[in-house]
């Protein structure tokens, strides 16, 4: 079974497969489609059109859906269908380049110039340098050069992705389950001669035998709206999915067809939300900032000069022992550990290091040089350091910070 060479414009369906394809193959939007997304059904044989970045995910009755396993770029062979993440900015992203907001992963092969914002779903990547701009990664932001009076983020979206496994892990499955149930309600209540209204048994399984996937809904539902409060684009089929599907099963007598806002939404997420919880937090690599906002949901790795002057707030560890690795003055919040050649402050402006998840025992904080002009929190105490320390080391116990040097 194989799809025409030429273009997804050129074909309705695939052989005796009967493949239709839907808008996201016959015409990719440039932005990419998100993890989830129909792109094709048909009949059995429709499994052999889904190649790499793409679920064949199982139907009742027979069907068949092609859906995107990732965010990504849908591309049409001659041996099916396929998601690739990568975007690309060949040059420099300036004022020509324009902005761009792309699922999937982006590359920046030149700078980025000031005045651009640029967000991906996945991966991030700039080759040059960033100038007083906007970026933004759902994984993995990687910036070659130095940046300078620039807001950037990463990690936002796979850090949702993996808390969202726990409570949306089942769901595709359950919500299959249950429309399988009321199913054999109404033929069992047909075989009699009565009817099983829709709406009151899906109520009626949702109190009983689904409230935990009733459940699991409300919290991902929960978990979705605060991730778009920050940034409003992200994961909107997701969000729109398991809405649906809440108000579905809390509200089935105002929903048209609960059947098939349920159906339509296990099918979305069998493809979504990945059968193993995702890899470990994303974050930020970079080799030198100034006056830069940064947040990183997973871990901060600092490879050239260092940084001066940044707000920065990272819920994994802080890693600044490549290059010069000087963190220097600015305001710096680490959930985790920190390990730096040198922290220091500069005249008028001290550098101000929070450690916020002081565990006991546990060596937070190895630099080899503190230099006058830092404060450092842990443990709900502040350790003032007005003089060069050499090989310094922080740990807290009984709730009081301790901090050794050599």
């Known amino acids: 079974m194989s799809v025409s060479a030429t273009t997804a414009r050129a074909f309705a369906t695939a052989d005796a497969g009967g493949v239709v394809w839907t808008e996201a193959v016959a015409a990719p939007p440039p932005g990419g489609v998100e993890a989830g997304t129909l792109l094709g059904a048909g009949g059995a044989a429709a499994r052999d059109l889904a190649g790499e970045g793409v679920l064949a995910v199982e139907r009742p009755g027979g069907r068949v ?79 070659q050069g130095r940046i300078g009076g620039a807001a950037v983020s990463a990690g936002a979206l796979q850090t949702l992705r993996r808390r969202l ?73 997701l969000a729109t999915q398991v809405a649906a599907a809440r108000a579905a099963l809390e509200r089935p007598e105002d929903t048209g067809d609960p059947l098939a806002a349920l159906e339509a939404a296990a099918a979305f997420l069998a493809a979504a939300v990945p059968s193993r919880r995702p890899a470990g937090d994303a974050g930020v690599s970079l080799a030198s900032a100034h006056s830069c906002t940064i947040v990183a949901a997973g871990s901060m790795r600092i490879t050239g000069a260092g940084v001066t002057d940044c707000e920065i707030s990272v819920d994994g560890d802080l890693l600044a022992t490549g290059g010069a690795g000087l963190i220097r003055s600015g305001l710096v919040r680490v959930g985790g550990r920190v390990r730096a050649r040198e922290l220091a402050g500069r005249t008028g402006a001290r550098l101000r290091l929070v450690l916020e998840d002081p565990r006991p025992g546990e060596e937070l904080l190895r630099a080899e040089v503190v230099q006058a002009g830092v404060d450092i929190v842990a443990g709900g105490e502040v350790v003032r350091v007005d003089r060069r320390r050499a090989g310094v080391r922080l740990r807290v116990e009984g709730g009081r910070a301790v901090i050794d040097s050599d």
């Open 165 to 237: 496994h726990r409570p949306l892990g089942e769901a595709a499955a359950g919500l299959d389950a249950l429309v399988a149930v009321v199913g054999r309600l109404r033929a069992a209540a047909a075989a009699r001669g009565g009817e099983v209204p829709v709406a009151r048994a899906v109520a009626a399984l949702r109190a009983d035998r689904f409230a935990a996937l009733a459940d699991g809904l409300a919290r991902a539902d929960a978990l979705l709206g605060e991730a778009r409060r920050d940034w409003p684009g992200l994961s909107g089929g």
């Open 65 to 143: 859906e092609l859906r995107a396993a990732r965010d990504g770029v849908a591309e049409a062979g001659r041996d099916g269908v396929r998601v690739d993440p990568p975007h690309r900015i060949a040059g420099h992203a300036d004022a020509a380049a324009g902005d761009r907001d792309v699922l999937g992963s982006l590359l920046v092969e030149g700078h980025v110039t000031p005045g651009r914002t640029l967000r991906a779903s996945g991966s991030l990547r700039v080759a040059g340098q960033v100038d007083r701009a906007d970026l933004h990664a759902g994984g993995d932001l990687v910036v």
